[in-house]
């Protein structure tokens, strides 16, 4: 058995949970955020036989979109007049960030 996590987007996480349900898929949905925009995503963990895993992934893969954001930075301050410069970043987010891992154990009780 295998256990994915899927760093989606919020805007897709509901869609992609859907469509892994429609399909028979148990998921779990975490509210997580980046390290890095320090804004909300969405974590999709999804417990699956190895024999369907592509099948998971292809699902993620469909639903989730990439996005380009924009992050404003300060890179300096006039204090006297109070006033904040900024520089505005744009990255590319997503579609998804996927972890595979083993698992050792899988009981319901
Ligand atoms: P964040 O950490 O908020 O990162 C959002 C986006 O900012 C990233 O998109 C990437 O394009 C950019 N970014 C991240 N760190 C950067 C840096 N040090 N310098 C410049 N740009 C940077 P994605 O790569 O699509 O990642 C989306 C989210 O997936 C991340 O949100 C984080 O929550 C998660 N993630 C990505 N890689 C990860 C990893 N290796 N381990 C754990 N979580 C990860």
């Known amino acids: 058995m295998k256990l994915v996590f899927a760093i989606v987007n919020d805007k897709d996480g509901n869609k992609v949970m859907s469509k892994l349900n429609e399909k028979g898929f148990s998921v779990t949905k975490l509210c997580s955020s980046g390290g890095f925009l320090r804004t909300g995503n969405t974590t999709l963990m999804v417990g699956v036989d190895?024999?369907?895993?592509?099948?998971?992934?292809?699902?993620?893969?469909?639903?989730?979109?990439?996005?380009?954001?924009?992050?404003?930075?300060?890179?300096?301050?006039?204090?006297?007049?109070?006033?904040?410069?900024?520089?505005?970043?744009?990255?590319?987010?997503?579609?998804?960030?996927?972890?595979?891992?083993?698992?050792?154990?899988?009981?319901?009780?």
């Open 50 to 109: 190895e024999t369907k895993l592509e099948e998971v992934l292809e699902i993620i893969e469909n639903n989730s979109k990439s996005r380009k954001q924009v992050i404003n930075t300060p890179v300096a301050s006039v204090d006297a007049a109070n006033i904040f410069m900024t520089n505005a970043i744009e990255v590319n987010v997503g579609g998804a960030t996927i972890f595979v891992v083993d698992v050792e154990k899988f009981k319901k009780v």
